[in-house]
């Protein structure tokens, strides 16, 4: 069982910066490939892009590529979202969430994910 707890949202100018993290329970954390979604009002849940298990390999959207950065930390059981030039069409819920497969098209779909976070709110203002 692995528990995930997202913070770091909150509300930003069009251009500005927000770092999420995810926090994880669990001694399993390292076993685990952690993804990050969101989802905006009406739409469906969005890829936003993961890591792998051990860190080497990420993938991203198209629509956040060069913009966000995924990374790691396993001394402290922490996946963070580094989000940098954001638009306001990035507003939505960000949820993090661990799976035990990681390939380039698993990493994209929801339902290979294990557990999820509860998501945290961020709103990019024009």
């Known amino acids: 069982q692995v528990q995930l707890v997202e913070s770091g949202g909150g509300l930003v100018q069009a251009g500005g910066s927000l770092r999420l993290s995810c926090a994880a329970s669990?001694?399993?954390?390292?076993?685990?490939?952690m993804g990050w979604f969101r989802q905006a009002p009406g739409k469906e849940r969005e890829f936003v892009g993961a890591?792998?298990?051990?860190?080497?390999?990420?993938y991203y959207a198209d629509s956040v590529k060069g913009r966000f950065t995924i990374s790691r930390d396993y001394a402290k059981n922490t996946v963070y979202l580094q989000m940098n030039s954001l638009k306001p069409e990035d507003t939505a819920v960000y949820y993090c969430a661990a799976a035990r497969q990681f390939t380039s098209v698993t990493t994209q779909i929801p339902d290979e994910y294990d557990y999820w976070g509860q998501g945290t709110q961020v709103t990019v203002s024009s």
């Open positions: 890591i792998s298990w051990s860190g080497r390999t990420t």
């Open positions: 669990g001694r399993t954390f390292g076993t685990y490939a």
